[in-house]
């Protein structure tokens, strides 16, 4: 079974720095792409930066810039370096497969920015 632990996160001022770390288990994050996904208090759960298993990425527009997703397939490990925080990158941090084929979720990791 899939298995992921974040970490990470923490409470930051707006224009300070955090890297997110995800440890992954199990082939299917290895072939898929895969992801860092943000949840707010509610709204859904959306995908803010992803990575194919080639290291092709993509970002949400107002990430653009900002944060950087990386992976390392053969220490099963992905992370997402995030410079410039703003307050509205406040939430619940998840990584997972892009689209969420595991069927599970981590623990996340909150990240909190102050103004």
């Known amino acids: 079974q899939a298995q992921v632990v974040e970490s990470g996160g923490g409470l930051v001022q707006a224009g300070g720095s955090l890297r997110l770390s995800c440890t992954f288990s199990g082939a299917i994050f290895r072939l898929n792409r895969a992801g860092w996904y943000r949840q707010t208090p509610g709204k859904q759960r959306d995908v803010v930066a992803d990575i194919t298993s080639d290291g092709s990425a993509r970002y949400l527009d107002s990430v653009k810039g900002r944060f950087t997703i990386s992976r390392d397939n053969a220490k099963n490990i992905m992370a997402l370096q995030m410079n410039s925080l703003r307050p509205e990158d406040t939430g619940i941090y998840y990584c997972?497969?892009?689209?969420?084929?595991?069927?599970?979720w981590g623990q996340g990791t909150q990240v909190t920015v102050s103004s």
């Open positions: 997972n497969t892009v689209p969420n084929w595991t069927g599970t």
